[in-house]
């Protein structure tokens, strides 16, 4: 049984695949744990992450941010992360606060992983 | 001794709000929550099944939902510091046109121009502000009070 209830974590050689678990991240109980576990990963799994986001219809500005506290606390430590496949309406979010220049966001999980191995 | 803003007669603040709130609603919520952030999720739920009832479309649903989740958890967390016997008054009317809430916290308020914009370079990864950004793009009309504790939000069904 997986140690986690809010993500989905597998590892695919040399990059950790995270998807995201709940369609509409906005329980603030349900944020709390999803910023628990996703702060857990830094020491878990130190190198390169994907957050697949195929799953997410819906993210409130606090779940957000735990994904913002993720990408500070990782790249911090030498670690990198990208994310791929977010529906348009997830985009547009991202796009709206100018995070998509913060974020690095792929299209599909194939190509971030790509990315990642090869470190373009 | 209560807000003094909370005992203010239900005003609009804005002409303009006030003319669109001169309508034929469908459903008006009044009440007064508790400072808890799982009724408010419920009460968001609630607004959400009724936008779907009266069939409004896809974008517009997440418009208002997202901008509910920011107006009403910033009212529970920041405004009432999630202090269960500070209530948050909730004043919303829906119909298949338009949506409309006012959301007041018995808080001391902030000012909104004070918040940094998070689409600039120096504030991109700070976590505060984005809530208030978000609200401003989806929402037709977002006033607030003098005072900063309370927020009106209006949305025109945009098909």
Redesign the interface.
Known sequence: MSEFECIDVRDASEVSIVRLVDEKV????RVQKLGEELLTLPKIKPGRILINMSNVK?L???A??KL??L??RLSKQGGRIKFSNLRP?VQE?FN????N??FDICEAEEDAIEELRSNT | MPNRDLTLPHLPMNDRIARELDHQWSKVWDLAIPSD??IG?EF?KNVLDELELLNWP??DR?AI??SL??AI?NAIKHGNCQQTDKQVLIDARISAAKFYIRVTDEGPGFNPHDVPD??LEEN??K?SG??L??MR?YMNFVVYNSVGNQVELLKIRQD
């Open positions: 906005m329980d603030p109980q819906f409130s500005s606090a957000i941010n913002l506290i990408e500070k309406e979010v709206i606060t100018n995070l220049s913060v | 952030p799982f999720t968001i896809d974008r997440f939902h997202m989740e920011e958890m998070p689409t991109l990864t976590t984005r809530g950004k978000l793009i």
